[in-house]
């Protein structure tokens, strides 16, 4: 064979080899192939078979009922609202204060009582009330018609009583007028702005729009002066045509005194100017007595009377967005502890707060009337009142001593600082509200 045949030869074999080798190559390729796809397949049927199994045992219980999955912290993150920048504002405030003046934003006094007493009728606001505020940082402050001569004048003097407060404390305060309209109006009485009848008018008429705009001119009449709380309305029921409350209480139907609390609240609250208060619960339209006299004034009514009658303006007030519910003095029978409203850990905390759900603030009527004053020293009357989880105490008749019993309360262990807390966080929530922080 000639050597041209022989390489011919050799280059033919190679590259027969070349071919046989590439197709076994291929061949092993086409296979590996194949038993990837099939492991993945068996691996997805495998998962989707565990998904199944999964789903069926957290659907169905051995019970038969249906098995609530629990819900992850980033679930739980994701659908929670943000804080209320109001709270918020509250809490940083709260953060930078002391004790004491903590415990002095759970008191309203008159502006006598503020200066001890130094001077019979107050109609300014001067160095007495800026050296007392220095001192005594209170929640706020009520006007009455003695301390009201003329438009100028009361404005002088709460934005005077206003600027010493923000410049020794930064908080504003609540200031505070009873303007229910009709008999009890100290604005419209001393300074001429408009003068409505009393709520028993109203309620006859029942007219739900007629009063809204009677609240929304109050708001208006009395927050161009300076004043941003209103002690009303009267959520009273006319039960006892003998009561002391009478002609200031809409009706003796529940569900009409319902409709014009919730409906006034919303007009006094509207503007954003004014807080409105619900009083005098757990209602005092069923006494015979007087509580700014009497040594006591007892209500024999059940709990479940109070429920189906009295509890009902309240919680229409309530459901209107009510900043405050100021209690009575009363002594309810269906309480079973024989205390002042005002005092009762049944009556504001179980009824008013768990029962009525109020989250808003709760203050006392006034502690210099005879049925506190003449049976509780101003300290009793203010850590009973506190531990019963009111916010406000209004009006001790010594509010040295009422700070100062609170104070030792709280050294003591009596009352929590926890407790001070709760309220205070409460108060200055609603005045961020209101732009008074």
């Known amino acids: 064979m000639s050597e041209q045949e022989k390489s011919k030869k050799i280059i033919k074999s190679k590259k027969k080899q070349g071919k046989e080798k590439k197709q076994y190559l291929n061949a092993i390729l086409l296979a590996a192939i194949v038993i990837i796809g099939a492991g993945i397949i068996a691996t997805v049927c495998a998962i989707q078979a565990q998904r199944n199994s999964q789903q069926d045992d957290s659907e169905i219980t051995p019970t038969g009922e249906l098995e609530i999955p629990e ?14 920048e109001n709270v918020l504002r509250a809490e940083q405030v709260m953060e ?7 415990i002095y934003q759970l008191f309203i006094v008159t502006p006598e009582g503020l200066v001890d007493n130094a001077v019979d009728c107050a109609v ?70 408009t003068a409505y009848s009393d709520m028993a008018v109203y309620g006859e008429n029942a007219d739900t ?52 609390v919730a409906s006034i609240t ?40 109070l429920q189906k009658t009295e509890f009902l303006p309240f919680q229409a007030g309530i459901e209107a967005g009510a900043d405050f519910v100021m209690v009575g003095h009363q002594i309810v029978s269906g309480a079973g502890d024989k205390l002042p409203s005002d005092l009762s850990f049944t009556v504001v905390t179980e009824w008013l707060r768990d029962e009525l759900n109020f989250d808003g603030i709760v203050i006392t009527d006034a502690q210099d009337m005879h049925t506190i004053s003449g049976n509780y020293s101003s300290g009793e009357a203010a850590v009973l009142s506190i531990s019963a989880g009111v916010d406000i105490v209004l009006m001790p008749v010594d509010l040295n001593e009422a700070f100062e019993s609170v104070y030792q309360a709280v050294q003591n262990g009596k009352i929590s600082e926890e407790r001070i807390n709760q309220s205070v966080r409460r108060i200055l929530t609603a005045k961020a509200k209101y732009n008074l922080l």
């Not at 930078?96 to 903590?102: D, H, P, S």
């Not at 709380?229 to 003998?242: E, G, K, S, T, Y």
């Open 124 to 193: 300014l606001s001067g160095s007495m009330t800026q050296e007392a505020l220095l001192k005594k940082p209170v929640g706020g402050i009520i006007y009455f018609s003695q301390n009201i001569q003329d438009e100028t004048q009361i404005t002088q003097m709460i934005a005077n009583a206003q600027q010493y407060m923000q410049d020794a404390n930064q908080v504003s305060m609540w200031i505070a007028v009873d303007e229910e309209g009709g008999s009890v109006a100290r604005v419209s009485e001393s300074l001429g702005t």
């Open 266 to 305: 919303q007009g006094l609250q509207s503007s954003g100017k004014v807080s409105a208060t619900l009083k005098h619960f757990p209602g005092l339209g069923a006494a015979s007595g007087n509580t700014h006299n009497d040594s006591f004034a007892f209500i024999d009514r059940t709990h479940e009377e």
């Open 71 to 84: 819900t992850t912290e980033q679930e739980t993150q994701e659908t929670t609202e943000p804080p209320d």
């Open 209 to 260: 729009q007629e009063i809204f705009q009677v609240g929304q001119n109050i708001a208006e009449d009395i927050s161009q002066f300076g004043f941003n709380l209103d002690f009303a309305p009267v959520a009273d029921v006319n039960i006892n045509p003998q009561n002391e409350l009478q002609e200031r209480i809409f009706s003796d139907n529940a569900m009409v005194v319902s409709e014009m």
């Open 96 to 102: 930078t204060m002391t004790l004491e003046q903590k």
